[in-house]
């Protein structure tokens, strides 16, 4: 594994796809994929096969849906799109990590004081 | 929320799994196709673009792996496969399939059968408020005319009812029945109606209300009070078709007008009151006259229910009875003496007689269930072995050991589950005969059907068996030593000596077991043999009879009485083809006894000793009719009248008690009031069991005697049925207004009363016979693996020149040590266990010698059999064939 590159934290691409699709709207499996890997400036070893038991999980929670329609180039797609309660659940988490980033950041900045 | 939505959805996604999967194949394809056409568009070539787009997507069978287990329960999955699997295998291998599911279906159906029976006997709750503390009282006295000092329990005396009632404070209400049959004339013709006449607060003792209309009141139980009458349900739907208007309306009972208060709810009808009434089920109730004053103590016929107090036992009810009896019998010692009360459940005093033989049955059942189980396991034992194989390539292959056991388990229970499918057929098509082998008298027994309960209980014995025997092959298949299996390559291996003792161990018990069965049924087999060799005392072949009750009004004098019965013999006897003809009170094998307390004069009363005996009364041609021996003096005459001295004729186990070294004849007994003057001694008959004990009997002329019911006896020269309609016709011409009863051959009559035990025989016989044939077949199999395993070794002892005497002593000494050891074992468990038996058994004892040998032969036998066929066959087999098999 390319050091420069790290693996997608537990539980964060979730919370990624949703973002991604409250940002751009309802999108399909391909281009959630790219996006995030854009996003991430390709930070992230992203296997794109991944994204889809992620997605798969985040419908059976309830928090996305998905119906079959045309990608730009016609193709059969399936489209994913944030229901309401994924949009509350993204409020949450967004709430969450905010905070919690900032501990770590705090606690760092400490740690580079001592 | 979330979470009975991930629940469902899940759920959801196992009933379309197969849609999903597709849904996600198009998915992953049209996303390969996206990044294709993106990579073409930066410049790469086609191939290069379908690498490049695999190569950024990763795994795709992962990805469908790994979808597949985040939408769906991973183990319902696996248990699909396991199914598919299972049933692909089972088909592949139809033979074994069929012996394991027949075998099965034997054991789990014969268990399927019995629990329906006990289901709907035993477990069903009494349909009454609070059953548990509903209780029924008893008399108990010195067994009438019995010579060993026993005790029997019989109805309770109206002076003691009234007593009990007052005087236990344990028991919150007290009530009596008396089964009685009342005729009914609103027909085409005259019947007799099974009726109750009950005390007034049995119904809401019980916590049972009317239907329709209400209960009696306690100022009908008085004497000349209005008479009123509840109908069953039955009855209401049968001759008022369910019309409510029927309240009100008049009913003639014996001549008399009762007026209908009111219906009972259907659940009262049939089992629901079984065991408060002698009856069936009675239809209509009645009020029980009761008056307290001067209630006899000497006559008992009450049946007498209770409830008890919150809080009181049945220790604490049963002290306060013993204590009102021990001061009775202080105060009125010439009724009293010797006598008892028991209080009993309820439970106990309708079911006490067929509990024992149920439960027994369940027992033997489980034992053919768990006989049925080891050997399905040794089969699967058997195949567990020639699939090791199989098994060591699929553990190579990267299966887990708990995955293996997991698909030898489903396997197990795909088989019973069919089994168990199989054995509720057999049990559904076998009740029907179960039913009419089953005593008439069982309670309750009408109800007995496959119902939800029944249903529960053979899928969960099916589930039980399956992890019995499923569970050790399952395990041992797993065990299997891959590198030491995959080597051997298609040489048979032999499974090793761990896995062959455990296969003989399991034939072991399982002839043990069969054993145990065997001797059970043996036993019980020997006893009805012998009970039904016991000689009554009469002959009861060609013999019809049947019951007329002479109306109050037309037939209220003794000599009109009497006029009729000599009428009607002399009627009979000219019908041809009647030998002789008798009437007599109580018919010997009845439901029902007569007894008669009676003093010796002269002698004095000894309170501890009080004298009864069997009492029938009966006309002149009674001891010729029923070809009972008159050993000394005379029978009745037609001068033996009303007016002429009263005259007994008593049995010899009497006269000798009596007057031990003395002629009988010309001494005196006092019955009742008068004085009877013995005129003859006939030999001892069986008047209700044929396992009783000789007792004291004594008979007194019809003429001198004349009751309202009598039993008519006909002995024909040929099939005394044949009779029945020139019978019927006569009795009509001599009064077309009298019911006819209880119609049934004597001999019918005593095969009744030894039903209960023909059926135990019958049924242990049959559940002994299915175990041998399993055992034989277990046997059997193990022989003949053993023999195919060792075709090699017997081929080269044949071309060494070994005999086929030898070969055969080799195989058949092998499989008869096992039987052997079998029997050992299970001699030691028939000892221990056909004790349970004792009570149930006629002239036999439990260790009966002769019928353990002769069960040990049969199974020898049987053994040496089944270990024969394979011997055989290997003996025969030709060397060189043997040789070049492997």
């Keep these: ?15 990624m796809v949703i973002k991604t699709l409250e940002a751009l709207g309802p999108l399909h499996g391909y281009r959630i994929a790219r996006r995030i890997e854009q996003i991430s400036g390709n930070q992230l070893a992203l296997n794109q096969g991944t994204l889809y038991p992620a997605l798969l999980k985040l419908e059976q929670m309830g928090w996305i849906s998905s119906k079959w329609g045309k990608s730009e180039s016609g193709r059969r797609v399936r489209i994913y799109a944030l229901t309401r309660g994924g949009r509350k659940q993204l409020h949450q988490e967004e709430a969450q ?5 900032d501990i770590v950041e705090r606690f760092l900045k400490i740690s580079e004081n001592a | 929320m979330t979470r009975l939505w991930t629940f469902l959805s899940r759920l959801w996604a196992l009933l379309r799994s197969r849609q999903m999967d597709r849904d996600l194949d198009e998915e992953i394809a049209s996303h390969l196709a996206e990044a294709e056409e993106e990579y073409i568009q930066q410049g790469l070539s086609p191939e290069d673009a379908h690498w490049a787009a695999l190569r950024s997507f990763g795994g795709v069978t992962q990805t469908r792996e790994i979808h597949r287990q985040v939408r769906s329960f991973m183990w319902l999955d696996d248990l699909r496969q396991d199914l598919r699997y299972a049933l692909r295998t089972l088909r592949r291998s139809p033979g074994f399939t069929m012996v394991a599911v027949f075998t099965l279906a034997l054991g789990i159906g014969s268990n399927a059968t019995i629990f329906s029976v006990v289901n709907a006997v035993l477990l069903e709750p009494l349909p009454y408020a609070e059953p548990a503390r509903l209780v029924a009282l008893k008399e108990t006295r010195p067994l009438a005319g019995g010579t060993t000092g026993q005790r029997v329990t019989v109805p309770v005396s109206a002076g003691s009812f009234f007593d009990w009632r007052k005087q236990a404070p344990a028991l919150e209400q007290v009530a009596a029945v008396v089964t009685l049959d009342v005729t009914y004339a609103g027909g085409t013709e005259p019947e007799q109606i099974g009726a109750a006449a009950v ?10 209300a009317p239907m329709l209309g209400r209960n009696f009141q306690p100022e009908e139980e008085r004497p000349n009070a209005g008479s009123v009458v509840l109908l069953s349900h039955g009855f209401w739907q049968r001759r008022f078709a369910g019309d409510p208007s029927a309240i009100g309306q008049v009913l003639t009972l014996d001549g008399r007008r009762f007026t209908i208060i009111g219906v009972m709810p259907p659940s009262f009808d049939g089992a629901g009151s079984a065991g408060l009434t002698r009856n069936a089920a009675p239809e209509l109730l009645l009020p029980l006259t009761l008056v307290e004053a001067g209630a006899s103590r000497a006559a008992s016929f009450f049946d007498v229910f209770a409830r008890l107090k919150s809080g009181a036992t049945l220790t604490t009810a049963q002290t306060q009875i013993d204590a009102i009896m021990q001061r009775l019998e202080k105060e009125s010692p010439e009724t009293n003496a010797g006598r008892g009360g028991k209080v009993l459940s309820l439970t106990e005093a309708i079911f006490g007689d067929v509990q024992s033989t149920l439960w027994l049955l369940l027992g033997a059942v489980v034992l053919v269930l768990l006989i049925a189980c080891l050997n399905v396991a040794n089969l699967l034992f058997a195949r567990a072995t020639l699939r090791s194989a199989e098994t060591a390539m699929r553990a190579a292959l990267g299966a887990s050991r708990r995955r293996l056991i997991q698909q030898f388990f489903t396997e197990s229970l795909v ?151 000599e009428r009607l ?31 010796v004069p002269g002698r004095p009363i000894d309170p501890a000793e009080q004298l009864s005996a069997q009492y029938n009364v009966v006309s002149p041609d009674y ?21 002429s001295p009263p005259v007994a004729v008593v049995n010899e186990t009497l006269a000798q008690r009596i007057w031990p070294g003395e002629s009988p004849l010309g001494k005196r007994l006092a019955l009742g009031g008068d004085e009877s003057e013995v005129v ?80 135990a025989m019958l049924l242990l016989a049959i559940f002994a016979g299915t175990a041998l044939a399993l055992a034989a077949v277990g046997l059997y199999g193990v022989m003949s693996y053993l023999v195919a395993q060792r075709t090699r070794e017997f081929g080269l002892r044949m071309a060494l020149g070994a005999e086929l005497r030898d070969m055969l002593k080799l195989i058949v000494g092998h499989g008869m040590k096992l039987v052997l ?62 040789l070049r098999a492997e």
């Design chain 2, 199 to 208: 005390s007034a607060n049995l119904l809401p003792m019980l916590g049972v």
């Design chain 1, 1 to 15: 594994m390319a050091p420069d590159k790290s693996d997608v934290l537990y539980g964060t691409l979730g919370l």
């Design chain 2, 415 to 565: 088989l019973t589950c069919a089994g168990g499918a199989a054995g509720l057929m057999l049990a559904w098509a076998s009740l029907q005969t179960f039913m009419s082998i089953l005593p008439s008298n069982v309670p309750r027994m009408d109800s007995v059907a496959i119902d939800g309960r029944v249903l529960a209980f053979t899928l969960l014995i099916s589930l039980l068996t399956g992890m019995t025997f499923g569970l050790a092959p399952a395990w041992q298949g797993a065990q299997t030593d891959l590198n030491a299996t995959l080597k051997a390559g298609s040489r048979s291996n032999s499974g090793g000596s761990g896995r062959a003792r455990t296969r003989n161990a399991l034939v072991v018990t399982q002839v043990a077991l069969s054993l145990v069965l065997l001797m059970g049924a043996g036993l019980l087999l020997n006893s009805f043999v012998a009970l039904r060799g016991v000689d009554p005392g009469f002959d009861p072949r060609n013999v019809i009879s049947l019951r007329v009750n002479l109306s109050r009004e037309n037939y209220g004098t003794s000599e009109k009485r009497s006029a009729y019965y």
């Design chain 2, 680 to 759: 003859g001694v006939f030999a001892d008959i069986k008047q209700r069991q044929l396992d009783s004990e000789p007792r004291l009997q004594i008979c007194v002329p019809v003429s001198q005697q004349p009751m309202r019911s009598m039993f008519l006896a006909a002995r024909g020269s040929w099939e005394a049925t044949m009779l029945l309609p020139a019978i019927r016709q006569r009795m009509a011409a001599l009064d077309a207004e009298l019911p006819l009863s209880d119609i049934a051959l004597l001999e019918e009559r005593v095969a009744g009363s030894i039903r209960r035990q023909r059926f």
């Design chain 1, 97 to 101: 990590w905010l905070r919690a980033a």
């Design chain 2, 821 to 882: 050891a079998g029997l050992v074992l299970g001699v030691a468990g028939a000892l221990a266990l056909t004790k349970v038996l004792a009570g149930m058994l006629f002239n036999v004892r439990a260790s009966d010698p002769a019928t353990f040998v002769a069960v040990c032969t049969l199974l020898a036998a049987v053994g040496a059999m089944a270990c024969y066929l394979p011997a055989r066959r290997a003996a025969k087999v030709d060397p060189m064939v043997a």
């Design chain 2, 569 to 599: 013999l002399t009627e009979v006897k000219s019908i041809p083809g009647v030998e002789s003809a008798a009437v007599v009170f109580p018919v010997p094998f009845a439901s029902f006894i007569s007894n008669q307390s009676f003093r």
């Design chain 2, 623 to 643: 001891f010729r009719a029923l070809r009972i021996r008159i050993t000394q003096g005379r029978a009745f005459t037609e001068r033996d009248r009303i007016g």
